[in-house]
Each structure stands twice: as C-alpha cells, then as structure tokens.
T-cell receptor, first 115, second 115 residues
Framework: AQSVAQPEDQVNVAEGNPLTVKCTYS??????LFWYVQYPNRGLQFLLK??????LVKGSYGFEAEFNKSQTSFHLKKPSALVSDSALYFC?????????????FGSGTRLQVQP | DTGVSQDPRHKITKRGQNVTFRCDPI?????LYWYRQTLGQGPEFLTY????????KSRLLSDRFSAERPKGSFSTLEIQRTEQGDSAMYLC?????????????FGEGSWLTVV
C-alpha cells in the first residue's frame, strides 16, 4: 500500500524567511512524488514532481523539493517566503510498481506567511 | 489549453435526491480521475478512466455512485439517494500519457451540500 504523512498541520514563517513543509512517504516500489497547493475554495494547483533523476526538483513560483530515498522524504522548500504563499499544501505519492494510477494524498499542511 | 472544467461549481440538494456532476478534461487528455475532498482532509481517489474504460474504482465508490465517460471525452459522476455524508468537494482531474510521470491537473471542484 502507498501512503503519505504530512506531520505538521500548520507551518508559520515570516515573510522573507526560508520555509520547509515536510512530507514522508511509504511505497513498496519506486515513488512518484508530487506537491500541490490549494487556495481557499479552489482546486489543486500542481507545483512540482519527482519521478527519477536529480534529487532536487524545481517547480513553480520558486518552490523546490528534495527527494531523500533513505529517509523516504520529499520536503517542499522555498528560500524566501511571500505572504501570497499562504495556502494549503498537499504532498501526494503513486507507487510505480503497482500499475495503479491513483494518487494518495497527505492530510495537508497550512502555510501561514506573516508580513 | 483551457484547463479542467467542472459543472456545477456548487450544488445544494435535499437528502435522498440524485445529483450529477460533469467534468470536461483538458483537450486530448486521455486519462480522467475523480477525487473527493472533505473539509480538513486531502483528496481521496474515487475512480479513473483511460479513454472510455473505467480501469480503477475505490472502495469509497459505493453502489450509489456511478461514473461514466461514454465517448472518452467528458465524464459524469452521479450520486443517487444522497446522504449528508456525501457533502464534500468533488474534484475532477486529467492527464495525458506522459513518460515523465503523468502530471495530473485538477479542476476547480464541485461543492456538494446535502441538507
């Protein structure tokens, strides 16, 4: 079975400071990992993904994520947070070894960036 | 590329009534997904189509739920005899066959409130 854990319900950071939103995963095969962002009453917007290759993945709006196979983690990072980054962030995983297409999402982390 | 379109965006219905949601995927995307999201939770997978074939169904998809994609383009999700527990946002998503990992793009969602 595939699963994702986002251990922090909320992350608070001051504008201009670096931010990290944590994600760990569990799969039996190779992971496909994704980050999405959701603004209030909206759908999910794709930020970035890791499939294979370089462990540091760069995505939209200055976000990046680092894949760590030994720690089974895929933390989302940004060097300098903006107030407009305040939103709900979801990590998701798909196990490439199962043949299934379903993504499993974490419960989400609310990012609050204070001015 | 007009994005994934969902209709209606909001639906309030009385318990016991039937409701139907429509999803128009990104043009030429042959894969289509339905997810459900309740307040404070991440999206949960419901079902997946490749062209007109329904290839995956979650155990969440009870016999009151039915999804179709008759011509491999738009899809409908019908909920019969709605219950208050069906109140949620229903998200549609689509993807193409993409060897780099099949990024899934979500629509804005259809909110269902059962009273």
């Amino acid at each position: 079975a595939q699963s994702v854990a986002q251990p922090e319900d909320q992350v608070n950071v001051a504008e201009g400071n670096p931010l990290t939103v944590k994600c760990t995963y569990s799969v039996s095969g190779n992971p496909y990992l994704f980050w999405y962002v959701q603004y209030p009453n909206r759908g999910l917007q794709f930020l970035l993904k890791y499939i294979t290759g370089d462990n540091l993945v760069k995505g939209s709006y200055g976000f990046e994520a680092e894949f760590n196979k030994s720690q089974t983690s895929f933390h989302l990072k940004k060097p300098s947070a903006l107030v407009s980054d305040s939103a709900l962030y979801f990590c998701a995983v798909r196990d490439d070894g199962t043949g299934r297409r379903a993504l499993t999402f974490g419960s989400g982390t609310r990012l609050q960036v204070q001015p | 590329d007009t994005g994934v379109s969902q209709d209606p965006r909001h639906k309030i219905t009385k318990r016991g009534q039937n409701v139907t949601f429509r999803c128009d995927p990104i043009s030429e995307h042959n894969r289509l997904y339905w997810y459900r999201q309740t307040l404070g939770q991440g999206p949960e997978f419901l079902t997946y189509f490749q062209n007109e074939a329904q290839l995956e169904k979650s155990r969440l998809l009870s016999d009151r739920f039915s999804a179709e994609r008759p011509k491999g383009s738009f899809s409908t999700l019908e909920i019969q005899r709605t219950e208050q527990g069906d109140s949620a946002m229903y998200l549609c998503a689509s993807s193409s066959f993409d060897p780099s990992g099949n990024t899934i793009y979500f629509g804005e969602g259809s909110w269902l409130t059962v009273v």
